[in-house]
């Protein structure tokens, strides 16, 4: 097991690195990580006040129904699944089975998954060309979510927690094999709630994250009864909230009782334990957040109490607080951490609606600079590529009608690009979705869907991510979910529409394509 | 102004039995009364002096009298709806009689009674609705081609494919496609609450192809209400839905039926009110009216392009000519409804292209409008309508009627001293007749804005246009009996004919 870690006065024991404020302080917004020096004086359990709860809200950028070139769009009440080409926009429509859900692409393919609730069955949709086949697999336990492995071959399908649906399975797996359907489904008993699924780079392995720990899966395993999935815990009686598994597969990590970083070597089930509580001298802090960083050599601990950051390195190190790296982040107000898809850059922000900034870290440098924005952050993502920065706004009641209090009333969102900190704030007439966005860094677009059915609000907005400009698109129909077909330069918007409605936007001739009508096919009588 | 002489004359119908008129419509130079009652028309010949009368059995039953589009209003469909029978009479089915002003063309006996009777669009078929009985199968219409004699196959029965009970309320045909099978497609189209059904009517065994309005699988779509074949298209407008669907004809892949279908909607703004298609663009291009917008789609791609409208309207004429400032004749629309104003559309060649849109206010909300867009104007009266003419009772020191020349965008409003009763505009669309109650007619020339007033010894009830080259106007002074006035323009000694009925 882990080792027990005493306490330390952080002087001693750790090496700090301050972040300075910038703005009305005056000098450079750049700040020095001062190796080895003392903390400030003071340095201790902070008096700050830590603010209302973080709520993290994940941006989707990658709606679940999209393949490399096609779409499926499932009529849950026909039992059928339109499949739209993307390329010459023609429809097929597949029947499947009773009750589907929708849809599940595997990314990067034209494959997916559709989940019988009615019948207990998987409906495989394999697109190639002009036709789409359909394989239909039972299954022995409900399923509504389902992962996909690195080299695309395995779908790992499971029930997670979807309020306020109904959940009945708590523990069966099922690992189904995409490139040979006569392949019986192999089948699993994993530990209580599985949440997500992590694979090994290879895609030998799965990982699965439950309350009780993580489970591993031989994705290889094939047909055979069902077996009970070797369990890693973290040593402790308290369901695991969140749990990360690097990219490597080597570890896991979770928060545990609200201070303890544990680590779990996912390879011979040693546990390390980093207790967060030396950071404080009255031993009591509150952590907002913990992410893995996507190098996969280090965890990042968010602790708000004390307005710093902990970065400690995965491996055997990690309970030594003096392997630790702390950055203050005194009066940034930072609670939760997004970081680029390469990993170098890291942002740090809150959804406090008092708050109105965002902060950069440079991992690589060790730098980093505040950005003030207009508006409060209730969600925020960072392009692949670390460029730009996603943040949709709270809409806050404020007094008054002078122009900041307009603007903190209305719903927005911001656009920030990270290496200059220009920030483009654009105001919306409904509040943008985390679900509603698409980001795409090769054409140098942002899709929003706004939607308010209340006030009749339909409309596309399509940002420029060169120039910040921002085109209003009126839709005819409520957005339901955007998307992108990078291989084809276009965007997709789905509307609600009776018989189904999907406008495609080419973003070099920026022409329009819209097929509508399809769910409705379905349905002719001969 | 001279009272011209009464010239009376009395219809000689010698030992005719009694006849109570109970409908009444124009016909080229003549008219024609029906006497559901006694089971008689007649035909009454105006164009001749002594007037001559053609009389007409008719099957028993309610008649109800329905004009042949695209015969130039020369003929006139009676329909009589059947009789239920008694123990001492069998029952009577519905009856078709085709009429013009030589009596009657053609006639066809239904296969059982029918109440309902409507006419396609080309007036090629008349189908009649909602069989009625002792036992009914309520999804059963009967179509009759008017241009084949009574035979086997004419009419023709469909059965519509009732999904939950409903029943076909009205129906669209198509001319006859080219097909790749060689032989050309007619094509039926039934509407029913929630779905649409094509028929074969060359086959109208073979079970015909549903298609719902809604994918909502626990509620009944909406009722489809208008539809347009376009080419080897169907546009398809539904009583309160949002969307047109497009159905498109296919050649099936199987042997059961000659067609298929592809399907395919196209969004408006809100619900559909009125579409007309219009063919002066390089592809068909289909206008939808919502209460707030004007949609103008291309069929070919789907392409759509609105413009908000500062009233609802309900009507849509598509015209060619100039405008002010722009002297080009160009394809334009002009879009009307019961509001002050009207709105005029400029159309590139591309179907979705708009090019121009403009507003023109009225003095006066109109109430009813006659559209004649080879002369490019409209003539908009206010008031209420009948059949016959238009009443504008209530009148006095306002604006009864007004010409919109829609290449000057003005409107010349006709206005009244005292009450006008009554207003009709000729056949041709070139002469606006006014009766007010005390005897005395007027007639406007729209093209030469000249005018006449004549006077004639009793009040008129109505005016009744005729079709025919002589242009012809009935003023009613006694309906049922059939007395009345024979107008025409430039005639200045009128001739009353007393008594036709």
Redesign the interface.
């Known amino acids: 097991m882990g080792e027990m870690w005493n306490r330390v006065p952080l002087g001693v024991a750790a090496l700090c690195f301050s972040i300075a404020a910038c703005g009305g302080e005056g000098g450079s917004p750049y700040f020095g990580i001062d190796a080895g020096a003392p903390p400030p004086e003071g340095f201790g359990r902070s008096d700050a006040s830590v603010g209302p709860p973080e709520m993290e809200v994940d941006i989707q950028f990658e709606p679940p129904a999209v393949g490399a070139t096609v779409l499926y769009a499932t009529?849950r009440?026909?039992g059928r699944v339109a499949v739209i080409h993307a390329d010459d926009f023609s429809i097929e429509t597949v029947r499947v089975g009773v009750d589907p859900a929708p849809a599940i692409a595997a990314p990067g393919r034209d494959v997916a998954l559709s989940l019988q609730r009615g019948e207990s069955t998987v409906s495989v949709l394999h697109t190639m060309g002009a036709n789409t086949t359909v394989t239909t697999v039972p299954i022995e336990h409900d399923v509504n979510t389902a992962a996909f492995d690195p080299t695309g071959r395995y779908a790992v399908l499971y029930e997670a927690a979807r309020p306020p649906e109904e959940r009945r399975n708590f523990h069966d797996v099922s690992v189904l094999d995409l490139e040979d359907a006569e392949t019986p489904v192999a089948r699993f008993v994993v530990g209580y709630g599985p949440s997500h699924v992590a694979f090994d780079p290879a895609g030998a392995r799965a990982f699965v994250v439950t309350e009780d720990g993580i489970c591993t899966l031989d994705l290889a395993r094939g047909a055979a009864d069902p077996v009970r999935a070797p369990l890693l815990g973290f040593d402790t009686i308290f369901p695991i909230e969140e749990a990360h598994v690097s990219a490597d597969g080597r570890y896991a990590v979770a928060l545990v009782e609200g201070t303890q970083v544990r680590q779990l070597d996912l390879a011979d089930g040693t546990l390390t334990s980093a207790d967060l509580t030396v950071l404080s001298m009255d031993g009591e802090v509150t952590v907002t957040d913990l992410d893995l960083a996507p190098s996969g050599t280090e965890v990042l601990a968010v602790v708000r109490s004390h307005e710093v950051i902990a970065r400690l390195p995965l491996g055997p190190t990690l309970s030594d607080p003096t392997a630790w790296i702390t950055l203050s982040l005194v009066g940034h107000g930072v609670g939760s951490l997004a970081f680029s898809g390469t990993g170098d850059r890291v942002v740090g922000y809150t959804t406090d609606p008092s708050i109105e900034s965002i902060t950069v870290l440079d991992l690589a440098l060790n730098e980093g600079r505040r950005i003030l924005l207009r508006k409060s952050v209730r969600a925020l993502r960072v392009s692949s590529d670390g460029a730009f920065a996603l943040a949709l706004h709270h809409a806050v009641t404020e007094e008054g009608t002078t122009e900041d209090a307009l603007v903190d009333e209305a719903q927005g969102y911001s656009i920030i690009d990270l290496a200059t900190g220009f920030s483009r704030l654009a105001l919306a007439e409904a509040a943008p979705r985390p679900d509603g966005v698409v980001l795409d860094d090769a054409s140098g677009h942002l899709l929003l869907a706004l939607r308010d059915d209340a006030t009749g609000v339909r409309e596309l907005q399509l940002v420029d991510l060169a120039s910040f400009a921002v085109d209003r698109v009126p839709l005819?129909?409520p957005p339901t979910t955007v998307g992108i077909f990078p291989a084809l330069d276009r965007a997709f918007i789905g509307?609600e529409?009776?018989?189904?409605?999907v406008t495609f936007y080419t973003w070099g001739s920026g022409e329009?394509?819209?097929?509508?009508?399809?769910?409705?096919?379905?349905?002719?009588?001969? | 102004m001279n009272r011209a002489p009464l010239l009376s004359f009395l219809v000689f119908l010698g030992g005719c039995a009694p006849f109570e008129l109970g409908h009444l419509a124009p016909l080229e130079d003549a008219l024609l009364g029906v006497d559901d009652t006694h089971s008689v028309a007649r035909v009454v010949r105006v164009d001749s002096d002594p007037v001559q009368t053609t009389e007409i059995a008719l099957a028993e039953g309610h008649a109800t009298l329905v004009p042949r589009p695209g015969s130039g209003d020369t003929e006139i469909a009676i329909f009589t709806e059947g009789t239920l029978g008694s123990e001492d009479e069998l029952p009577i089915p519905a009856e078709v009689v085709l009429v013009d002003r030589t009596g009657e063309l053609s006639r066809w006996t239904l296969p059982r009674q029918f109440r309902v009777a409507q006419m396609s669009e080309d007036g090629r078929y008349l189908y009649a609705t909602a069989p009625w009985g002792r036992l009914v199968v309520e999804n059963e219409v009967s179509v009759v081609d008017l241009t084949e004699p009574a035979g086997p196959m004419n009419p023709r029965s469909l059965s519509l494919r009732s999904l939950g009970g409903e029943v076909p309320s009205a129906a669209a045909f198509s001319e006859p496609m080219p097909w790749p099978d060689g032989a050309p497609l007619r094509l039926a189209a039934l509407f029913a609450a929630g779905q649409l059904s094509l028929f074969d009517l060359d086959r109208p065994d073979a079970p015909p192809l549903t298609i719902p309005t809604t994918v909502n699988t626990a509620a009944v779509g909406p009722e489809p209400v208008e539809a347009r074949f376009v080419d080897q298209e169907l546009v398809v407008r539904t009583a309160a839905g949002s969307q047109l669907l497009v159905v498109s004809l296919t050649q099936s892949l199987d042997g059961a039926r000659r067609f298929d279908v592809a399907l395919r909607t196209l969004a408006a703004s809100g619900r559909v009110s009125a579409i007309a298609v219009d063919r002066r663009s390089t592809t068909p291009r289909l206008i939808a009216l919502t209460g707030t917008r004007v949609h103008i789609y291309d069929l070919e791609t789907s392409l759509e392009s609105s413009v908000e409208l500062p009233s609802p309207y309900s009507s849509i004429l598509a015209f060619e000519g100039p405008a002010p400032g722009d002297p080009t004749t160009r394809p334009r629309l002009v879009l009307w409804g019961t509001s002050p104003s009207l709105t005029f559309l400029e159309l590139g060649d591309e179907p979705s292209a708009v090019m121009d849109a403009s507003a023109l206010p009225l003095a006066f909300t109109p109430s009813h409008v006659v559209a004649d867009g080879a002369a490019g104007r409209l003539l908009a009266f206010v008031g209420g309508g009948h059949g016959g003419g238009f009443d504008v009772a209530g009148s006095a020191g306002r604006t009864p009627a007004s010409v919109i020349d829609l290449y000057d965008r003005s409107a010349l409003a006709l206005a009244t001293t005292p009450d006008v009763s009554r207003a009709a505009v000729s056949s041709d669309l070139s002469d606006v007749w006014i009766a007010s109650g005390d005897g005395y007619v007027n007639r406007f020339d729209i093209d030469t804005r000249s005018q006449e007033e004549l006077w004639l010894d009793d009040p008129v009830q109505s005016l009744l246009p005729l079709p025919g080259s002589a242009q012809r106007v009935l003023a009613f002074h006694e309906l049922p009996a059939g007395s009345f006035t024979i107008l025409a323009p430039g005639d200045t000694a009128p001739r009353h004919v007393g008594g036709v009925f």
């Open positions: 009529n009440a026909a005819l129909a509307q529409a009776d018989g189904g409605r329009t394509h819209t097929v509508a009508g399809f769910e409705l096919a379905a349905r002719i009588r001969r």
